[in-house]
């Protein structure tokens, strides 16, 4: 793994969880109370500093956690609506991101297969087509991904639209944290292994099941996957 690569791994989820605490900060200091309207990407990403996707990373958990509803479209009637105050929901997840650097690996991805698994079940019971098709969205940009760090952010991309397609939102701001944590040894996973075909495989088993309605051969297909992405986090070693 080159310092660049490790590098980008490493510098996002900073970025994100600072993002997170100057939106809350910001919407404090603003005076916002519930039905107010967050300013807009582009003047948040000026306000803080940061990129705009960032700021959209931010906003999709704040939207998780029901602290901000989004709405699509252009105009006044267009970007987040603030709908209660982050209060301990923003600070639990943070307190949750920050304190998975102290667990060991086998521990993280043993929750990491007990909620994936679970979802995945979950998703195949009733599976949620546009949940499903992000997760679609996410394969085809694995594929044309130029190096392990891009071809990583879109993995994320992938399971967390497993963990919507669950329909639970507390799994979802879970899943994102565990992600987020390991995203560093992702990278060295992916820069270890490397050919990802065998990741796209299992990305693609799960997705069909799923859409297959198949829970049993989607929970299989999870658990087949981290195997093979953290084989000495397995229960042998």
């Known amino acids: 793994m080159t310092t660049g690569e490790r590098r980008r791994a490493d510098a996002r989820p900073r970025a994100f969880e600072e993002v997170l605490a100057r939106i809350e900060e910001r919407i404090a200091a603003d005076g916002l109370t519930v039905g107010d309207r967050l300013p807009g990407e582009r003047q948040l990403a000026e306000q803080l500093g940061v990129g705009r996707s960032s700021v959209r990373e931010a906003l999709r958990v704040l939207e998780t956690l029901g602290v901000v ?17 982050p209060g301990d929901a923003l600070t639990d997840l943070l307190r949750l991101h920050l304190g998975l650097a ?9 929750t990491r297969l007990m909620i994936e698994q679970w979802a995945a079940a979950r998703a195949a019971a009733a599976p949620a087509r546009t949940a499903t098709a992000r997760m679609a969205e996410a394969i085809a940009a694995m594929d044309a991904a130029r190096d392990p ?39 060295d996973a992916v820069v270890r292994l490397g050919d990802t075909g065998g990741l796209q495989d299992d990305h693609r088993r799960i997705h069909r099941a799923i859409e297959d309605g198949d829970a049993g051969a989607a ?19």
């Open 69 to 85: 509803a989004s709405q699509a479209g252009r105009g006044p009637d267009a970007g987040a609506v603030l709908t209660s105050r």
């Open 149 to 187: 760090a891009e071809f990583v952010e879109h993995d994320i991309a992938f399971h967390l639209a497993l963990a919507e397609a669950a329909g639970n939102r507390l799994i979802v701001a879970v899943v994102r944290a565990l992600r987020d944590a390991l995203r560093r040894y992702a990278v």
């Open 102 to 110: 102290t667990l060991s690996m086998r521990e993280v991805i043993d």
């Open 219 to 237: 929970a299989a297909a999870v658990a087949e996957h981290l195997a093979r992405a953290y084989p000495e986090s397995g229960p042998d070693s």
